[in-house]
């Protein structure tokens, strides 16, 4: 959960509520597995109390299409993480036309720029014992709250640019990530690997004739291979 980082996506959102006490806005917060260590929820809801009924958490497990119509349902998606893989829901928020706020450190910035969505600045902080598995000597980022709010009041403020971003991020993704558009990477990757290991074991089948040879003669490898 120190990965995922939901404090700090409370903290701005609590920081957006008193900076617009009268916009109608709401967080809704996903959780999986909860029951595997009940003191998350519980810290959830506790830093989540002050909100009141402008916050909603979901403590369940959602198949794939129920995750994709609550992205869709909402507005924006908002990811205060310390580091991502390649970042899916992120991903998903995008090419559903969503503007996305997140921090601008790991995987998720593959496809994150400023033009498509909102990366969020950070300093990179040392990884503490327990809070990740072979976290020794690591960093990761701390999400700036303050710059994350401050985006999140854009964002309220004026509809029409967020979902113009959005718009432009369901392009983006469209364009440059979609399953034929990755399909065709892979494909091609995939044929320059299998042509390259051809031609590899070619000379690899070559070079142990030329010492095979060279044994049969009665000559060294090392002389016959110079």
């Given at each position: 959960?120190?990965?995922?980082?939901?404090?700090a996506?409370?903290n701005?959102?609590?920081?957006l509520?008193?900076?617009?006490?009268?916009a109608p806005?709401?967080?809704?917060?996903?959780?999986?597995?909860?029951s595997?260590?009940i003191s998350v929820?519980?810290?959830?809801?506790?830093d989540?109390a002050?909100?009141?009924?402008?916050?909603?958490i979901?403590?369940?497990?959602?198949?794939?299409?129920?995750?994709?119509?609550?992205?869709?349902?909402c507005?924006?998606?908002?990811?205060?993480?310390?580091?991502?893989?390649?970042?899916?829901?992120q991903?998903?928020?995008?090419f559903?036309?969503?503007?996305?706020?997140?921090?601008g450190?790991?995987g998720?910035?593959?496809?994150?720029n400023?033009?498509v969505?909102f990366?969020?600045?950070?300093?990179?902080?040392p990884v503490?014992?327990?809070e990740?598995p072979?976290?020794?000597?690591?960093?990761?980022?701390?999400?700036?709250?303050?710059?994350?709010?401050q985006?999140l009041?854009?964002?309220?403020?004026?509809?029409?640019?967020?979902?113009a971003?959005g718009?432009?991020a369901?392009?983006?993704?469209r364009?440059?990530?979609s399953d034929i558009?990755l399909?065709q990477?892979?494909r091609?990757r995939l044929?320059a690997?299998?042509?390259?290991?051809?031609s590899?074991?070619?000379l690899?089948?070559?070079?142990?004739?030329?010492r095979?040879?060279?044994?049969?003669?009665g000559?060294?490898p090392?002389?016959?291979?110079?």
């Open positions: 959960m120190s990965r995922k980082n939901p404090w996506a409370i701005a959102f609590g920081r509520t008193k900076a617009r006490p009268s806005i709401r967080l809704v917060i996903k959780i999986n597995n909860s595997l260590d929820l519980e810290r959830v809801r506790r989540t002050d909100l009141g009924d402008r916050v909603t979901i403590d369940a497990t959602m198949k794939d299409n129920e995750v994709k119509n609550l992205i869709r349902c507005d924006c998606m908002l990811s205060l993480h310390r580091s991502e893989g390649f970042g899916r829901g991903a998903e928020a995008m559903f036309g969503r503007p996305v706020v997140a921090t450190w790991s998720n910035m593959e496809y994150m400023a033009d969505s990366p969020v600045g950070y300093r990179l902080i503490k014992e327990g990740y072979q976290g020794a000597g690591q960093v990761w980022a701390e999400p700036d709250i303050d710059a994350a709010a985006t009041a854009r964002l309220v403020d004026d509809p029409a640019y967020a979902r971003v718009e432009r369901r392009i983006h993704m364009k440059s990530f558009v399909g990477r892979y091609a044929e690997i299998t042509a390259r290991a051809g590899s074991e070619a690899f089948t070559r070079s142990a004739a030329l095979n040879d060279g044994l049969d003669r000559l060294s090392d002389i016959q291979s110079g």
